[in-house]
């Protein structure tokens, strides 16, 4: 075959009546050819091996792109659970802080036991603390959500304890309804409650638990004069002056002129003066629409706007203002209407043990402070 394709060839050329001719041997023919097809394929590897190389960096550069959108969004999977677990960790700071409030306001830092014989089985110090972050995370969020309705199971039980001590003198909790002010941040757990609805639950147990036993250490159970030596009850009696019937709004004590009379219960001192009838006059406001009136005192030994406590001595027995003798006129006003005060001086020992465990807390409270 290549003897047919390169074979001997002369090449005739004149020029100026001269000839001459050139000879083209095979071999030369076939070593030409063989340069020139040399050079076609060494052209032809190195286009395709551009061509190689170009889809090759185009490869590795979609990879590289590939890679980096991973990357990227691995980084912002990453990113965005280090914000769940910072919002996590937030939530949970808020939620501790508020029940350390409570703990310490309401139950002198020991968290209450449970109620309920189940809980006990599932108690913080047999929950497994999971490995992962978030787990963890989670766990002791459920472990404060057993503490809460404990707490609240707690509260519960002391505020229906303070209403029955309520119960026993005639006096009814108020509710939360008709209330308004402008809004002042609070000092204490109140301000800190989280939105979460068993935090809101609790918050609002504490409320109603703190109202009804601050309204059972406003009442004024404790003797305003030495003994219980009563000259006069209260309801309808003959005045001792003109003997015509008349309604007598409180308790006559007899007792020593210039004895001591003392706070019946904790509250702030609203007036102290001198009354028509009642001559030298102590009113104490309690709060919660309690009022006590001390009259016909000798001489005071406070003044307008102290704090007093229950047993603080106010004044000194005397017979002044419409008086026939020595002695202490003692009220008792619920809400502006006079009551009977030995519903509250012979209070049940529910009112007795209720004021007793409000006062040594509150006592232990200020002492923190």
Do not use: C
């Not at 340069?35 to 060494?42: D, K, M, R, Y």
């Not at 959500?145 to 119960?167: F, G, H, K, N, Y």
């Not at 008086?323 to 519903?343: C, D, I, K, M, Y």
């Amino acid at each position: 075959m290549w003897k047919a394709v390169f074979r001997d060839h002369e090449i005739f050329i004149r020029t100026g009546g001269e000839v001459r001719f050139i000879r083209l041997s095979a071999v030369l023919q076939r070593r030409v050819a063989a340069l020139v097809l040399g050079a076609l394929g060494l052209w032809l590897a190195f286009t395709i091996g551009m061509i190689l190389w170009q889809a090759s960096a185009t490869y590795q550069q979609r990879d590289v792109a590939a890679r980096a959108v991973a990357v990227e969004r691995a980084e912002a999977r990453v990113a965005t659970e280090a914000e769940r677990m910072a919002a996590q960790v937030r939530s949970l700071g808020a939620r501790q802080d508020y029940l350390e409030g409570v703990l310490a306001a309401d139950f002198d830092n020991a968290p209450p036991a449970p109620t309920n014989p189940t809980e006990t089985a599932t108690s913080d110090a047999a929950t497994p603390v999971p490995s992962d972050r978030i787990s963890a995370l989670h766990a002791i969020g459920e472990r404060q959500s057993r503490l809460v309705v404990a707490m609240i199971s707690a509260i519960d039980a002391r505020s229906q304890r303070a209403e029955t001590a309520l119960a026993a003198v005639g006096i009814r909790a108020g509710s939360t309804e008709g209330q308004g002010g402008p809004f002042i941040p609070a000092s204490r757990h109140e301000a800190a409650a989280p939105r979460d609805p068993a935090f809101q639950r609790l918050a609002q147990a504490v409320a109603r638990m703190e109202l009804v036993e601050q309204l059972v250490l406003s009442l004024p159970s404790s003797l305003p004069a030495e003994g219980m030596n009563l000259s006069s009850g209260f309801g309808y009696r003959r005045d001792p002056f003109n003997g015509s019937g008349a309604m007598h709004a409180g308790l006559d004590f007899k007792g020593a002129h210039a004895s001591p009379i003392r706070a019946a219960a904790a509250g702030r001192v609203a007036f102290v003066g001198r009354q028509s009838g009642y001559g030298n006059t102590i009113e104490i406001d309690h709060g919660h629409g309690i009022m006590t009136r001390y009259a016909h005192m000798s001489g005071f030994v406070t003044r307008v706007g102290q704090t007093v406590t229950p047993g603080t001595q106010i004044g000194l027995m005397g017979s002044t203002g419409r008086s026939t003798g020595t002695h202490l006129h003692f009220e008792v006003r619920v809400n502006g209407s006079a009551v009977n005060p030995r519903r509250f001086l012979e209070a049940n020992p529910d009112v007795l043990e209720v004021q007793a465990s409000v006062s040594q807390r509150v006592h232990s409270r200020g002492n923190a402070r």
